[in-house]
Each structure stands twice: as structure tokens, then as C-alpha cells.
């Protein structure tokens, strides 16, 4: 038996590190404690519990208590709300506590058998049917057997005395109606007449003496002795009226040729033939053109039918003809919707395909899965573009169950974005474990056997197209400066050789720009405000006149803008081919539940949702290109029902769990990804969390 002690007292301390080995040999042992083979025992001693000194129902009416002070065991039964001792095991004794108070069984449930090597000391026997009893049975005064109308007495045992009446010429052996059925005497002396009512029986010879046994009645068995009569007419009886050539036993013999077992012969021929009530053919039944009447209605799949059965199930020929073409349509339509999926789901390739699988050009929002790379690609219209990570979709699990001292489990991640558990308990990146390939994790200390191992690993994204913070600064400069320092205009003016009119260079008034900067300003239409903000710009005219209008320093509206470092919102925003360096850290929104609760891509790619009872959820906000990644909790092992027509055609395509809505996970989220391709939302399911 398992008892339960402390397993890693030294590593589970305070303002520790707990590591999964010392939390799982607890638990461990904990658990063996209380197996139902070998578990603790109570028994007293070390790490087995102590002993159980009562037992009881929820309000201690009904227990059993072991009197320790008295050396016994007590037995109480709830009587009107109150603990009542009905009895008590004490040395060599099971003593009521009540006398006259206790039955051993009922009218209508008894004990089996009692076994007793003492005295039974009972007031009153009463024996209801049958006993035995092995020795000898004394019994003192008159002794009356049974009710002479219905019981009866059996004495197997040979009787050791004299059957004497106590009144002569008194009582009989038997009646009228009721006979003894033999008797074994070895003389009788009667004093009247003996009156034989059937058979009598001579185990010695009769010696007739010649005389004639007269007045004998027809016998019956082959052992009564026949008349003259009898044997006369039964030898008549069997020749009868037989032909001449078969009225002795010869010539019967000769007709049934002779053969000694016929009855057998002819036994085995009909044997072969079938009975008129049923049996098992072994061949063919060639009917010709003629029917088999008389069929019952067919129950099993090898009955032959009859045609009441057969227009019952197909009706008449235009009712057939009428499915038959309604099955057609059907089939055409099937097949057309599996010929737009199947435009657009094109399977798993190694290479990327330049056609459809019928031939035809690709079309916007194809996709299909890269077995060289493990990754889903989308067709842009253009070209093939990754549609996600190498993981599946935003995270992959992982499950195993390890062998003795594995180390190194397969899996794929990003580098830096993998967390790996050990029966539950998460596990110290670069403590615990080492993940640097991307494709497996490597356990710093060899798992236990059956342990489990779950690996979650996660896709990183690149945002394209952005630029750092210095590169923008170069291209947007922060002008500040005006023409504060020109003190005498006129001059320098003419030395910039400026052919601008005296209205255009009004506007002019307190700024430091170079002859360069001052001749792209010919045509210009700005307002002053407008062009006191382009101090130090190098654009052409043409590339000014885009500010016409602008009534705000140019750093302003910068500033207005996202920075492209820190945390910022971006709203209602659209990132044309990003490209994201590092992970992505997203808001997980929390669905409200409800018999028909909506599934909104602008909530955000991460969902989850707890279910109070089976639901019907909806995709109505749902447009192509979106996808969102949906972890839910079954709750009390709640369903899903994914058929409403707002997710496209019949509800969601399935591209997992062979093509089937998938099974909810009893313990923890079950993770689904959606993502909606045209007018249909094809769903796949890709872990457990």
C-alpha cells in the first residue's frame, strides 16, 4: 500500500523558483495515495493515515463507533431523527442492546443458511419448510407430522423398531384411493380375505400342472400372457389382405431388397431432399418463367422481396423518375459548389501552381499549402504571398507523451516564441529547456516515462515597407527658422538674382533662405503662413504647390501622426504589404455569450468565449480576406452548432477533423481559425490551449 509522504521539501521553499520535477513527484505521490488499489490503509502507521474510529452518514444518525472504553463495536440506526444503538460486537459475543428487539431477516427477506456448534435456546420454533437433521432428534410427549389433508412425511432412514398400532383393527396402511406401491414381506399372516386390484408379480415358476390359466383379459405390455385368441387374430391382422407374392416375412425381405438397415438407407435419401418446413439450399433454383408465391414481407438483407414490398419502398415509375432527376440536380449543384471551393482551396503542392486544379487561370484569394516550407500562400492576383507563418496560423500545439529520459521533442516555432509545459507546469525558456531551430525543443533534464509534454509554438509577422526613425527624419526636417537675419532685403534680394513681384516676396519677410531655395518659389501660390514653414526645403515648384493650402507647421502635423517608435492606436488604418520586426501583441477580446453570439473580425484576430449552454453563433460582419483565431471553453461540455447561413452555403467549410465541426476539448480552449475566401467562411481547427 501507498502512504504519503513529502517528496521535495528542500526545492518547494519560499521566494523560490517552483520547477516543474519537485511540484510533479508531489503530486505524484499524492496521487498514488489515494489509488484505489494501493492506496493508504489507515492502518496507523507512518504515512498511512491513522485508524477510522467512526463511521456515519451526513448527520451521524446512521454509524458505526468503535468503543475504545468498552472494547466493542456499536451499530446505530436512525429511529424519529435519533441515533438509536440497535446492537453490539464485543468479545465472543453479538449482543443486541434491546431483548426481544432485533429480527434476523423478514417475512420476505431471509438469511440463507445458520450455522450454530452450540444450543440454540429458542422460545418458539417455527419451521416454514424443509429440515434436516444430522443427529439424533429427541422429542419428549405426543408428536404430530403435518396436516394429513396437504403435508407430507418422508423417512429415508430404516426404521429400527416395531410399527405397532395403538388400537387393534384400528388404522390402515394406505385407502381406497391411496396405495402403497409395493410391498416387501417375507411372510403374511392375515386373518381375512386378500383382494389383489392389479398386477401380480412371480419372480418363481408358476407350475400349472397342465391346467389351463382361464379368463385371461387382452394383454397389453409385452410381458402379459395372450389368449388363444389374441395370438390368432393379430397373425391374420398382419397378412391382411396382402397379395400372395408378399404375405411372408421372406418375401418382404426380397421386396425391400434385402437390406437390413432400409429404415436407414431410405433415412439418408430423404435427408437430402429439403423439408417442406424450411432449410438451406446449396445451389441454384432456376425458375424458368415461373414465380415465387407466397413471400413474406423481406427483414433482413439477404430476404428475397416481393413486390408489394418493392412499390412500397420506390412507389410508382414516375415517382422514381422524378427522384431520379431531382437526385441529378442535386448532384449537379453538389458539384458545382465543390468546383468553386474547389477553385479556390487548391490542396497541398510542393511547388506553386500557375493554374487552378480543372486548368483554369488562379483566381483573387486562392489558396494552397507549401509542403517544401509548411506554410499557407494566398494568390494576390498577382503573385503566390505567404499567408501566414511556418506555424499554423498565430500558435501550433504540440502534444507528446515521453518516453524514459527524452530530451528533445519536434515542433515548430519562431525562434524566441515557444512556450513548452511538463505535465501542466510551465517550463523557464534557457533554464528548463533550449529552443534555437525552430523545428524541436530540447528538455534540460530527460523527461520521466508517460510524462507530458505540451509545446505551444507561435508565428512571428515582418511589416514591409516602413522606415526607422532617423530615415524619416531626413526626409522630413523640422524647419523653424524664417528670415529674422536678412537686414537689408533689397540687396540680398538682387544679389539672389530673385525675378519673384514685390507681393510674392512680401510673404518673404524675416526668412534665411539661399538663392536656390528662393527661386523654386516663382509660381508659387502659398500664403505666407504657408511658406514661412519651408526654411531648409529642396523641392522643385511642382513639389511645393502640394502644400497649397497647408495652414500648419509641417512638424505640427508630424507630430500629429503615429511615431514609429513606442506604443501608438492606429485606427481604421490600412498597412499595405507591413512588414513587422519582433512579436505582436494583441488584445484578446472577450465574446459575450448568447444563443446566437456574433464572431466580428473588427473586434480583433484573437476571440474567446465560455458557453452557458449549446449555441448557434454567427458570422454577419464577416468579410473576405478576414480571418480571426477563436478559442472557446465548452463550459459544462456545451456544443457548437456552426450552420447559420451568415458563414456561406450551408455554415462553415471544414478543413480539419475530416470535414466535420470538431469536437470541443473538455478541459481548457478548444483553437479554431477562421477566415472567410469570397462569400464563404472555411473554418480549421489547429489545438488545444
Known amino acids: ?226 389368449t388363444k385368441g389374441y395370438v390368432d387374430t393379430t397373425v391374420s391382422n398382419l397378412v391382411d389382405s396382402a397379395p400372395g407374392t408378399l404375405d411372408t416375412l421372406n418375401e418382404l425381405a426380397a421386396a425391400l431388397g434385402d437390406d437390413p438397415n432400409f429404415a436407414t438407407t431410405v433415412a439418408n435419401s430423404i435427408a437430402t431432399k429439403l423439408s417442406l418446413s424450411g432449410g438451406t439450399m446449396t445451389g441454384d433454383i432456376a425458375m424458368g418463367s415461373n414465380k415465387i408465391t407466397g413471400l413474406g414481407t423481406p427483414t433482413s438483407g439477404n430476404d428475397a422481396t416481393n413486390k408489394t414490398y418493392v412499390d412500397g419502398i420506390l412507389g410508382s415509375a414516375t415517382s422514381a423518375a422524378a427522384s431520379a432527376a431531382a437526385a441529378a440536380a442535386s448532384a449537379t449543384s453538389a458539384a458545382n459548389s465543390y468546383d468553386s471551393f474547389d477553385d479556390r482551396y487548391l490542396g497541398a503542392k510542393a511547388v506553386e ?40 496560423g498565430t500558435a501550433e500545439r504540440f502534444v507528446y507523451t515521453a518516453t524514459a529520459s527524452q530530451t528533445t521533442f519536434s515542433a515548430n516555432y519562431d525562434v524566441g516564441f515557444v512556450d513548452v509545459y511538463l505535465n501542466g507546469v510551465k517550463l523557464l525558456a534557457g533554464t528548463d529547456f533550449t529552443a534555437t531551430s525552430g523545428t524541436n525543443i530540447v528538455l534540460s533534464t530527460g523527461a520521466a516515462l508517460n510524462d507530458t509534454i505540451d509545446i505551444v509554438g507561435y508565428g512571428a509577422f515582418n511589416v514591409a515597407n516602413t522606415y526607422t526613425q532617423a530615415t524619416a527624419d531626413g526626409k522630413f526636417l523640422q524647419v523653424t527658422n524664417d528670415l529674422s537675419d536678412l537686414n537689408d532685403a533689397p540687396t540680398a534680394l538682387q544679389n539672389l538674382g530673385l525675378t519673384a513681384t514685390a507681393a ?33 526645403v529642396t523641392a522643385s515648384t511642382t513639389e511645393l504647390n502640394y502644400v497649397d493650402g497647408v495652414t500648419s507647421a509641417i512638424q505640427t502635423q508630424l507630430n500629429a ?56 453563433p454567427k458570422a454577419t460582419n464577416f468579410a473576405a480576406g478576414e480571418s480571426v483565431t477563436l478559442l472557446v471553453d465548452d463550459g459544462t461540455a456545451y456544443t457548437l452548432t456552426w450552420t447559420d447561413a451568415t458563414f456561406g452555403g450551408s455554415g462553415v467549410v471544414w478543413k480539419t477533423d475530416g470535414g466535420v465541426a470538431p469536437t470541443l476539448n473538455t478541459s481548457g480552449y478548444t483553437v479554431i481559425v477562421l477566415f472567410k475566401v469570397s462569400t464563404q467562411v472555411y473554418g480549421a481547427r489547429v489545438g488545444n490551449a
Open 504 to 536: 510674392e516676396l512680401n510673404i518673404l519677410d524675416g526668412a534665411t533662405l539661399s538663392t536656390a531655395e528662393l527661386n523654386i518659389l516663382d509660381g508659387v501660390t502659398a500664403s505666407t503662413a504657408e511658406l514661412n514653414i519651408l526654411d531648409g
Open 1 to 226: 500500500m501507498a502512504g504519503y509522504a513529502r517528496q521535495s521539501v528542500a526545492d518547494i521553499v519560499a521566494n523560490e523558483v517552483i520547477k516543474a520535477a519537485p511540484i510533479n513527484a508531489e503530486f505524484n505521490a499524492l496521487r498514488d495515495a489515494f489509488l484505489v488499489a494501493s492506496g493508504h490503509k489507515h492502518d496507523g502507521s507512518a504515512t498511512e493515515g491513522a485508524y477510522v474510529s467512526l463511521i456515519a452518514d451526513t448527520d451521524g444518525y446512521n454509524k458505526v463507533v468503535i468503543d475504545s472504553t468498552n472494547n466493542r463495536v456499536q451499530f446505530f440506526v436512525e429511529v424519529s431523527s435519533a441515533a438509536v444503538e440497535q446492537m453490539r460486537l464485543q468479545d465472543g459475543a453479538l449482543v443486541p442492546v434491546t431483548d426481544n428487539d432485533i429480527d434476523l431477516g423478514t417475512s420476505a427477506v431471509e438469511f440463507k443458511d445458520l450455522y450454530l456448534d452450540g444450543t440454540a435456546k429458542i422460545d418458539t420454533l417455527t419451521v416454514d419448510e424443509n429440515a434436516t437433521i444430522a443427529g439424533t432428534l429427541g422429542v419428549t410427549g405426543n408428536v404430530t407430522l403435518g396436516n394429513s389433508s396437504s403435508n407430507t412425511v418422508t423417512i429415508p432412514a430404516d426404521v429400527a423398531s416395531n410399527l405397532i398400532p395403538s388400537a387393534d383393527s384400528t388404522y390402515t396402511i394406505g385407502d381406497a384411493s391411496n396405495y402403497w406401491s409395493h410391498g416387501y414381506i417375507d411372510a403374511i399372516t392375515t386373518t381375512g380375505n386378500v383382494s389383489i386390484g392389479g398386477t401380480l408379480t412371480v419372480t418363481s415358476v408358476i407350475d400349472m400342472t397342465n391346467d389351463k390359466i382361464t379368463n385371461l383379459a387382452t394383454p397389453t405390455n409385452s410381458t402379459d400372457a395372450a
Open 561 to 616: 501622426k503615429a511615431s514609429i517608435s513606442g506604443s501608438e492606436t492606429l485606427t481604421s488604418k490600412t498597412l499595405t504589404d507591413p512588414v513587422i520586426i519582433g512579436a505582436i501583441t494583441e488584445d484578446i477580446y472577450t465574446i459575450s455569450d448568447g444563443a446566437a453570439f456574433e464572431i466580428d473580425p473588427s473586434n480583433g484576430s484573437i476571440q474567446l468565449i465560455t458557453l452557458g449552454a449549446a449555441r448557434t
Open 353 to 392: 501552381p500557375s493554374v487552378d486544379n480543372d486548368g483554369d487561370p488562379l483566381i483573387t484569394g486562392a489558396l494552397y499549402f507549401n509542403t517544401a516550407t509548411n506554410t499557407m500562400r494566398v494568390y494576390d492576383g498577382v503573385a503566390w504571398k505567404n499567408a501566414g507563418s511556418a506555424v499554423n
